[in-house]
């Protein structure tokens, strides 16, 4: 088996395998494109398995730490049961150190698949569905900021007000080009934005969805940001308007504080979720990139059990000093970790409790307690993006 970077000349080849595993009818122009690159695995000269890793980063501690996103991973009919895939997602875990992304994120459909390989679920992906009388319910804003279309004029402006609340919830993306085209945006219905005395203090960008028979359609809210109280409040007052011509909003939970502290939901409503899993390829960068609470000095000895990474595998010490977090070599190796065990751990997802009661962590509970205060109680590990 040979596994190399994809070029041009395997666009053919790779449109047909992606078709037949996800039912995919638009071919792409370009297989390679900005921020996005990719493998194949051949097999007797053809193309028999494919993986793309598009270039993101995802804020945790308010630090953006660059990540590889795994998707479209796809593989030949005829040639599976021959370790294509496996042999794919180890050589995208070294070429993702190459690029300088210690974590990598993928929405799985085989979960399996992917924990052999050290990915394990790290957070949470959610839509939720609000009926427009609970809308109605929801408090009024008690200033009321103008709204106005938005332009190309708005772009940078609006990806500023996205980073500015972004940056404060684990797991989100922070959108960076070229892998995102801030441009795209405005192809949806609804752009709307609300003007500040420096810059804006909210955006709402959102999607009608067609009726079906008596059925009045629905609106498809993918961003509600807001800067502060009001500005959420005269986002969610936008939404009322809609009373008459709606039954019902999708929307999609960028900033949980919109549904959790100022919605008006009831006590059991639909939602819809996704899970992501996420996996640390480079344990020492990870932990340098990320943003951490600042604690007393302090040391915690792991040996981190990861056969597909043996760059970091063996005992490692996690070092707290002078507020600076560090990981170097060395140590007794108190608190064995998994490697399916770091990426929960690293977005806040679990603690080490239930890391230990998944046989994924080893060691005396008091030796491990470091970790936990490490991440701290820093709410759900969300993405408000899908790849």
Same mark, same amino acid.
């Given at each position: 088996?040979?596994?190399?970077?994809?070029?041009?000349?395997?666009?053919?080849?790779?449109?047909?395998?992606?078709?037949?595993?996800?039912?995919?009818?638009?071919?792409?122009?370009?297989?390679?494109?900005?921020?996005?690159?990719?493998?194949?695995?051949?097999?007797?000269?053809?193309?028999?398995?494919?993986?793309?890793?598009?270039?993101?980063?995802?804020?945790?501690?308010?630090?953006?730490?660059?990540?590889?996103?795994?998707?479209?991973?796809?593989?030949?009919?005829?040639?599976?049961?021959?370790?294509?895939?496996?042999?794919?997602?180890?050589?995208?875990?070294?070429?993702?150190?190459?690029?300088?992304?210690?974590?990598?994120?993928?929405?799985?459909?085989?979960?399996?698949?992917?924990?052999?390989?050290?990915?394990?679920?790290?957070?949470?992906?959610?839509?939720?569905?609000?009926?427009?009388?609970?809308?109605?319910?929801?408090?009024?804003?008690?200033?009321?900021?103008?709204?106005?279309?938005?332009?190309?004029?708005?772009?940078?402006?609006?990806?500023?007000?996205?980073?500015?609340?972004?940056?404060?919830?684990?797991?989100?993306?922070?959108?960076?080009?070229?892998?995102?085209?801030?441009?795209?945006?405005?192809?949806?219905?609804?752009?709307?934005?609300?003007?500040?005395?420096?810059?804006?203090?909210?955006?709402?960008?959102?999607?009608?969805?067609?009726?079906?028979?008596?059925?009045?359609?629905?609106?498809?809210?993918?961003?509600?940001?807001?800067?502060?109280?009001?500005?959420?409040?005269?986002?969610?007052?936008?939404?009322?308007?809609?009373?008459?011509?709606?039954?019902?909003?999708?929307?999609?939970?960028?900033?949980?504080?919109?549904?959790?502290?100022?919605?008006?939901?009831?006590?059991?409503?639909?939602?819809?979720?996704?899970?992501?899993?996420?996996?640390?390829?480079? #344990?020492?960068?990870? %932990?340098? !990139?990320? /943003?951490? =609470? @600042? $604690? *007393? &000095?302090?040391?915690?000895?792991?040996?981190?059990?990861?056969?597909?990474?043996?760059?970091?595998?063996?005992?490692?010490?996690?070092?707290?000093?002078?507020?600076?977090?560090?990981?170097?070599?060395?140590?007794?190796?108190?608190?064995?970790?998994?490697?399916?065990?770091?990426?929960?751990?690293?977005?806040?997802?679990?603690?080490?409790?239930?890391?230990?009661?998944?046989?994924?962590?080893?060691?005396?509970?008091?030796?491990?307690?470091? #970790?936990?205060?490490? %991440?701290? !109680?820093? /709410?759900? =590990? @969300? $993405? *408000? &993006?899908?790849?």
């Amino acid at each position: 088996m040979h596994i190399r970077e994809y070029t041009e000349d395997d666009l053919d080849a790779v449109f047909r395998l992606r078709k037949l595993a996800f039912n995919s009818s638009e071919r792409p122009e370009k297989l390679v494109q900005p921020g996005k690159h990719g493998l194949v695995a051949e097999l007797d000269g053809k193309v028999a398995g494919v993986l793309g890793i598009g270039e993101y980063a995802q804020f945790y501690g308010g630090a953006p730490v660059p990540m590889g996103g795994i998707g479209g991973v796809s593989v030949n009919g005829a040639t599976r049961g021959r370790g294509v895939a496996g042999a794919l997602l180890d050589k995208a875990l070294s070429t993702m150190r190459e690029h300088g992304q210690p974590i990598s994120v993928l929405y799985a459909t085989v979960p399996n698949l992917y924990r052999k390989r050290g990915w394990e679920r790290a957070g949470l992906f959610q839509w939720v569905e609000v009926p427009m009388d609970r809308l109605l319910s929801a408090p009024a804003p008690t200033e009321l900021i103008p709204s106005r279309p938005a332009d190309e004029s708005d772009l940078t402006a609006m990806h500023d007000c996205y980073l500015e609340v972004a940056r404060t919830i684990d797991g989100m993306a922070d959108r960076r080009p070229p892998r995102i085209d801030l441009a795209k945006v405005l192809e949806m219905d609804v752009v709307s934005v609300l003007p500040g005395p420096n810059g804006l203090r909210g955006y709402l960008t959102a999607q009608r969805e067609p009726s079906h028979d008596r059925d009045m359609g629905r609106l498809k809210v993918y961003d509600l940001i807001g800067v502060d109280v009001e500005a959420q409040l005269n986002l969610l007052a936008t939404l009322k308007s809609w009373a008459g011509t709606l039954e019902t909003v999708d929307l999609r939970i960028t900033d949980p504080a919109t549904l959790d502290l100022l919605g008006a939901t009831p006590l059991r409503y639909e939602m819809s979720t996704s899970t992501w899993m996420l996996r640390v390829v480079d #344990l020492p960068a990870a %932990v340098a !990139a990320r /943003g951490w =609470p @600042r $604690l *007393a &000095d302090a040391a915690v000895d792991l040996e981190i059990v990861d056969e597909h990474a043996p760059w970091h595998a063996g005992k490692q010490r996690v070092v707290i000093e002078d507020g600076v977090v560090g990981v170097e070599p060395g140590g007794t190796g108190a608190v064995r970790l998994h490697a399916r065990a770091l990426g929960p751990w690293f977005t806040g997802f679990q603690n080490t409790h239930a890391l230990r009661r998944a046989g994924l962590l080893e060691g005396d509970p008091a030796d491990a307690a470091v #970790l936990d205060q490490l %991440v701290g !109680a820093s /709410g759900v =590990p @969300r $993405l *408000a &993006d899908f790849f």
